[in-house]
C-alpha cells in the first residue's frame, strides 16, 4: 500500500498509507480524519478539496483536466502545485507523494 506524507497547516507531518484505487480526497478526509471539506465530493464544483502536492511530485500526477483547472481558479492559496485531492487516484506509484493542507484564508 503506498505510503504518502501530508503536512498539515500547523506543519505537523503524518505519513498514511493509502489504499489503490481510492481518490486522495476519500483517503485524506474519510480514512484519515484530515480537515477538508469536499464539499462536492469529487463532482468538479467546488474547490474545498484543494492540497498543494510537492513540487518534485507534481509532473508524475496525471495532467490537470480542463474542469479542474476551471475549479482551482477558486481556490485560496492556489500555487504552481495546487490540485484537487478529489482528482488524484491513488496507484502504486505514488508511494511517497508529498501533499500540503493549505491553511484556510
Known amino acids: 500500500m503506498p505510503k504518502i506524507t501530508v503536512i ?7 505519513e498514511i ?7 486522495l480526497l476519500t483517503v485524506l478526509r474519510d480514512l484519515n ?3 477538508l471539506e469536499g464539499t462536492c465530493e469529487g463532482s468538479l464544483a467546488c474547490a474545498t478539496c484543494h492540497v498543494i502536492v510537492d513540487a518534485a511530485w507534481y509532473p508524475k500526477l496525471k495532467p490537470v483536466a480542463t474542469g479542474e483547472h476551471d475549479m482551482l481558479d477558486f481556490a485560496e492559496g492556489l500555487t504552481a ?13 505514488l508511494d511517497g507523494l508529498v501533499v500540503r493542507i493549505p491553511a484556510e484564508g
Open 17 to 23: 498509507e493509502a489504499p489503490v484505487g481510492r481518490a
Open 33 to 35: 480524519g484530515f480537515d
Open 8 to 14: 498539515t497547516p500547523d506543519e505537523k507531518h503524518h
Open 81 to 93: 502545485t495546487s490540485r484537487l485531492c478529489c482528482q488524484i487516484p491513488v496507484t502504486d506509484e
